[in-house]
């Protein structure tokens, strides 16, 4: 069974950064591909970004573009999201998800985290 644990969130003023992490376990992850989802007060989730996790192809949110970057360490089973000059519009709970296969997408993951929860004051 698939096992992924968030950690790294807090509260950030404005243009600050933050470095999210997910472990994972469970699997051996070379079929898998790896993303990040949040979810603001009284929105639905979406989709952040995505990496491959055999080769590290990524795809990213339109919204997150040239301040967000998504990577992964193999040996330690870690996803990472480095969030760069966040906004109050980044408050949300992020959510580390994995789908099987080689698409870097925003769906079809079936596993989940707990989720960490990421507050930008402005």
């Known amino acids: 069974q698939v096992q992924l644990v968030e950690s790294g969130g807090g509260l950030v003023q404005a243009g600050g950064s933050l470095r999210l992490s997910c472990a994972a376990s469970?699997?051996?992850?070379?079929?898998?591909?790896m993303g990040w989802f949040r979810q603001a007060p009284g929105k639905g989730r979406e989709f952040v970004a995505a990496?491959?996790?055999?080769?590290?192809?990524?795809s990213y949110a339109d919204s997150v573009k040239g301040r967000f970057t998504i990577s992964r360490d193999n040996a330690k089973n870690t996803l990472y999201l480095q969030m760069n000059t966040l906004t109050p519009e980044d408050t949300a709970v992020y959510y580390c998800?994995?789908?099987?296969?080689?698409?870097?997408?925003?769906?079809?993951?079936?596993?989940w985290g707990q989720g960490t929860q990421v507050t930008v004051s402005s």
């Open positions: 469970g699997r051996t992850f070379s079929n898998y591909v």
């Open positions: 998800a994995a789908r099987t296969g080689q698409l870097v997408i925003s769906t079809g993951y079936n596993y």
């Open positions: 990496i491959r996790w055999s080769d590290g192809r990524t």
